[in-house]
């Protein structure tokens, strides 16, 4: 789907590169440079940060400062919570071929699609056309060119000084609606790119700092939100004006060259920071964690088209390989085909995930860039959901699995963290950023309350680590520094109530080390004569396991009540629900009488109609625990019992806790208790253990003759028929005969 290259060396005006040379030519030689001195750019001596080590943190700090700055200011010239509220944003300075070099804090995954688009623009020849000169502004949201998904707009400004081009400042938003043919910014049920809504591919928008009245015109009638869209593109762009004048300061007081000579070095420094640290902190080797996902989509048979309407398991059989040459390959060799879902990755929007996730785990500091991506390898098999054959696919949820796919790597790294020694940076991975509440009502065009997304899943539990409980709360895998947002910003965005807000129990995984807790909210469909609301997170499946025998945190479910006596109990002052807490005793349950209960596991589907005084149940999910349970800290589990975020009856089942609540509701252990309970647990623990053959040996024949769900069967049917390599393992590992297969179609 990309655009045909175009060279641009017979153009009629003078190359913007340097030293007189096009922006393609300049693009050609970084990569031809890295591959002929393994340097980026050919730097293999760090000379200004070895000559004038001042000068180049001094430079650094301008640098990053301005940006970090541009971020603060820019914010609060958007009208969107999502913006405002959680600060999802995210600035990015960049060389002219499109490196990142440094960047904000904020929703870091986005930095190095980012990279790609303008890597896309200057190899389709847009220094020609449409021509880039001081003052344009380029935006895109098609994750085919660049980005995740078509919610993160990303706008771009070119840096040019004295004629040639010296950068880019590039900033990118999270939408509240993308003109979907469903509403919202993360739509659920779309089958192809055609129903992904609004998708502008890298155009010039903007000249002379001034976005383009067509280009206005337009967004006013493509999205139900168009007020948030224009704000928040006067939002990035405002951040980027900010960098721009920023970098042109620091060129004229440092000089052109010293500025051109830093971007090269401060690049391969990362480079060099990440080989290092990866030296340090790991154990060459093969690392592999594999991830699954539910997309369960029978649940819409009728609704969508038949083909689609089917149950499917995403499998990302991840290979992480850290080499004594210091390579560091991830490899998805083994992952089955995209579907007919909105979960699709694009290879750009997949390297966003490794971004985010190597900024909080190698290289734990400020000094990110894309040098850390240039040290890594990555391989995302053509014909995949990580590398669709067919540019037609729908991605506006691509989040969906590359967050599970992810946990791979966490795994992988805190593995490897470990046998190193380094059991502090050891995380148990990031739980799904869910559950996503989202929806909309009558689509009169500018009704604020015709699409709708909530943000508030920024602020999941993160998971154990190898020395302490996971934090309550508090981020997001693509946010590190996610924040849940004021119950009162989301009322002004969307025609629901807060019922109540609360931590939920149990919801992080159990281990010695538990994951952080998440939370729930209750909601009160109101002041709206008709809602359709999704959900969206793992229901079926646990995301990934728990790590070194910890457990997995709790998988969410949908939870919504219609047709209810609200309205009387609101009048009659009677009692109504304000949390829910434990599924198995639901205060919604138990306050909220209605016609309809809708509770199962089916946490993706198409939109749900929801009325006037109708309640829905969201779960934001906790982390993944770390270690042994029967090894967990009696006191940690009194605590938990205190603070009510454990249910008493799970002490002594999970963690062999003999515990005993008094009369003024304060629990104690009895030590002696748990100390035989637990010696009684582990020897019953060794009874009920067999070993890996006996397991092997009970399961061949039921995986002989996949006796599994017909997702599970179509998972295996695809990584089969899409990799030779997948396909030796599976029948060497289960001793199939070599002509073995998965079977034919069901
Ligand atoms: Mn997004």
Redesign the pocket.
């Known amino acids: 789907m990309v655009a045909e290259v175009s060279d641009v060396r017979n153009m009629t005006r003078p190359p913007m590169g340097w030293a007189g040379k096009t922006l393609q030519e300049m693009l050609a030689e970084s990569e031809r440079l890295l591959v002929d001195t393994g340097h980026y750019y050919g730097v293999n001596k760090l000379s200004l940060k070895e000559n004038d080590p001042i000068r180049y943190e001094k430079i650094w700090s301008r640098l990053r400062g301005g940006i970090v700055g541009a971020r603060e200011t820019a914010l609060n010239i958007s009208a969107s919570p999502i913006v405002r509220e959680i600060g ?1 944003l995210c600035f990015g300075l960049y060389t002219p071929e499109g490196d990142s070099i440094t960047l904000s804090t904020g ?1 870091m995954a986005h930095v190095h699609t980012m990279s790609e688009a303008i890597k896309h623009m200057v190899r389709a020849g847009y220094e020609e056309d449409p021509g880039i000169n001081p003052g344009d502004i380029f935006t895109n949201n098609d994750p085919q060119l660049g980005d ?2 078509n ?2 707009v990303q706008e771009f400004l070119p840096i040019i000084y004295e004629g040639e081009l010296v950068g880019w400042a590039a900033g990118v938003t ?1 939408e509240t609606d993308v003109g979907a043919p469903q509403p919202a ?2 739509p659920i049920g779309t089958v192809s790119r055609y129903e992904d809504g609004f998708i502008v591919s890298c155009q010039k928008v903007g000249t002379n700092d001034r976005i383009h009245r067509d280009y206005e015109n337009r967004i006013t009638t493509a999205v139900r939100t168009p007020f948030y869209w224009i704000l928040d593109e006067r939002c990035r762009i405002a951040g980027c004006q900010i960098m721009r004048e920023n970098v042109l300061r620091v060129i004229e007081e440092e000089g052109l060259e010293t500025y051109k000579t830093f971007i090269r070095e401060v690049i391969e420094d990362t480079r060099q920071a990440f080989q290092k640290n990866l030296k340090l902190m790991t154990v060459p080797g093969i690392y592999r964690f594999p991830s699954f996902m539910d997309v369960p989509h029978s649940i819409d048979k009728g609704q969508m088209p038949e083909y689609a309407a089917v149950d499917s398991l995403m499998n990302c059989p991840m290979e992480l390989r850290i080499g004594t040459d210091l390579a560091f390959e991830i490899d998805l060799d083994g992952a089955n085909k995209w579907g007919y879902h909105s979960f699709n990755c694009t290879p750009s929007g997949i390297q966003g995930g490794l971004w985010v996730g190597l900024s909080q785990t190698l290289i734990p500091n400020d000094k990110v860039n894309d040098g850390a991506y240039l040290a890594t390898k990555f391989n995302t098999p053509y014909g995949t959901w990580a590398n669709p054959d067919n540019p037609a696919v729908s991605n506006t949820l691509s ?1 969906m699995y590359l967050i599970p796919c992810f946990t791979g790597m966490f795994h992988g790294l805190s593995t490897a963290f470990t046998a190193r020694g380094y059991v502090e940076e050891v995380v148990a991975a990031y739980p799904f950023t869910g559950n996503i509440t989202q929806g909309g009502g009558p689509n009169h065009m500018g009704n604020p309350n015709g699409a709708w997304s909530n943000f508030e899943h920024s602020a999941c539990g993160t998971s154990a680590r190898y020395v302490m409980d996971g934090e309550t709360s508090c981020a997001a895998v ?1 946010n590190p520094e996610g924040d849940m947002g004021d119950v009162e910003a989301w009322e002004l965005l969307e025609p629901l109530l807060y019922l109540g807000r609360n931590v939920r129990p149990m919801s992080g995984g159990a281990g010695k080390f538990r994951g952080g807790l998440g939370f729930e909210t209750v909601r009160l469909v109101y002041n709206t004569p008709h809602q359709v609301m999704f959900n969206a997170r793992d229901g079926h499946v646990f995301q990934c396991s728990g790590l070194f025998g910890g457990y997995p945190g709790a998988t969410g479910y949908r939870h919504s009540v219609k047709n209810t006596d609200m309205k009387e109990r609101i009048a009659k002052q009677l009692p109504y629900p304000t949390c829910d807490q434990d599924p198995e005793n639901s205060q919604i349950d138990a306050n909220v009488k209605g016609r309809t209960v809708v509770k199962d596991q089916y946490c993706y589907h198409r939109p749900d109609p929801h009325q006037e005084y109708d309640v829905y149940l969201s779960l934001i999910a906790g982390g993944h625990g770390v270690g042994d349970c029967l090894e967990r800290d009696v006191a940690l589990v009194v605590s938990d019992l205190n603070e009510g975020y454990l249910f008493g009856r799970f002490a002594e089942r999970l963690y062999g806790v003999v515990a005993q609540q008094g009369t003024d509701g304060t629990w104690t252990a009895d030590l002696a208790a748990t100390e035989a309970k637990r010696a009684e647990m582990r020897k019953a623990r060794l009874v009920r253990s067999q070993s890996v053959e006996e397991w092997m040996a009970a399961q061949r024949g039921r995986v002989e003759r996949m006796e599994f769900n017909s997702a599970v069967r179509k998972m295996y049917r695809e990584s089969h028929e899409l990799s030779p390599k997948w396909r030796r393992e599976f029948t060497a590992f289960w001793r199939l005969p070599a002509d073995w297969t998965p079977g034919s179609e069901d």
């Open positions: 999802e929703i995740v998904h919610a993160d999270h910014s993360m989040w693509w």
